[in-house]
């Protein structure tokens, strides 16, 4: 589900730059209850003190306040190429959707969401487990020193396929995701009580968060699952962390079940939920005032701290044909204030 819509006004290189800052505020601001959300998946936190806070409270005291950002860095590198590679696999799939009159249905529409995250969470998966790998060791007796020295460590010691371990579950997790997102979609106006395209700023904000929160929730076991393989490896100590011993991804299904029941697939689903409220409510303010300087520069608005229009410019020119108008009216300007003999 789309959480902006596109602005005309705005370069693609400028539209990609807001959505790379915006994420990676609200992924810094959020980091602490990831690294909670990662941990109980993996296993790594247990005994009797449970739930996100205990998660982080545990990481505080044993590794100081600066390891409850531990990943995040990664994570932030890698939304600009994952943004970068999603963009242009949705403009591909949308192709492929659309029919002969140049309609999508709000179906393909979703699947070609879905299909372009799927993609971009491939093409980027190496990070994604360097991320896991940097969260579930301890900063006081680390494995990897950083994320370059993570990298040239697992390649060597577990080849490059150690990488893509899991990705499997990116697949499978999509499907769930999907039908999340048309559920969600086929019941807006329901649960509004009036059309879509009536809603309100904080009626999308809702939106998306809801949205967010049952994709996220049907699909987080495949996640869980992925994360368990993710960690794993017998060059780390106990193995990563991971409270059970697997084979491959059907037989982690099958020992977390038999270890700690159903709900075990669920480990940690308090702390995401938690994170998707400040995490979507950052990058939308974020996202809307990197837009307005954008805006601004461009010549669009007048300020940008508001949105007030600059009289006189046809705000439905692209920012190449604004440009270019622009450099016209002046360069005759220019000529008519020549002294004529």
């Not at 990664?74 to 949308?94: I, M, W």
Request: aromatic content about 12%; some cysteine; charged content about 15%.
């Amino acid at each position: 589900m789309a959480t902006w819509r596109r602005d005309g006004r705005l370069t693609g290189s400028q539209r990609l730059l807001c959505a790379g800052l915006a994420g990676s505020l609200s992924l810094s601001l959020t980091a602490p209850l990831e690294l909670a959300t990662v941990l109980a998946q993996v296993g790594v936190v247990r005994g009797r003190a449970r739930g996100p806070w205990a998660a982080g409270l545990r990481v505080w005291r044993t590794e100081g306040p600066r390891a409850l950002w531990k990943g995040n860095a990664v994570a932030c590198l890698r939304l600009f190429p994952c943004s970068a590679v999603q963009l242009t696999a949705y403009r591909k799939f949308v192709v492929l959707f659309t029919d002969d009159l140049g309609h999508i249905s709000q179906w393909h529409s979703i699947m070609a969401g879905s299909l372009a995250g799927m993609v971009s969470t491939i093409v980027t998966y190496p990070t994604d487990l360097i991320k896991t790998r940097l969260i579930v060791q301890n900063m006081l007796e680390p494995s990897y020193r950083g994320i370059f020295h993570a990298f040239s460590t697992i390649y060597q010691q577990e080849g490059f396929l150690a990488f893509y371990r899991g990705v499997s579950l990116t697949v499978l997790g999509a499907v769930p995701f999907s039908a999340g997102s048309l559920l969600v979609y086929m019941n807006l106006e329901k649960i509004w009580n009036g059309p879509r395209d009536r809603f309100s700023l904080f009626q999308n904000f809702a939106n998306v968060c809801l949205a967010a929160a049952v994709t996220q929730t049907l699909s987080f076991p495949f996640d869980t699952v992925k994360r368990k393989m993710q960690a794993q490896s017998p060059y780390l100590p106990h193995c990563g962390g991971v409270d059970v011993h697997f084979s491959g991804a059907v037989d982690c299904f099958r020992q977390v079940v038999k270890a700690q029941g159903v709900l075990g697939l669920w480990n940690g689903l308090a702390a995401n939920l938690l994170k998707i409220v400040p995490y979507f409510g950052v990058m939308f303010s974020t996202f809307e005032f990197c837009k307005r300087i954008c805006l601004y520069q461009n010549g669009y608005i007048m300020s940008p701290l508001s949105y007030k229009l600059t009289p006189g410019v046809d705000q439905s020119l692209k920012p190449q044909e604004l440009r270019e108008l622009k450099k016209f009216f002046k360069t005759g300007q220019l000529k008519s204030k020549k002294p004529t003999l």
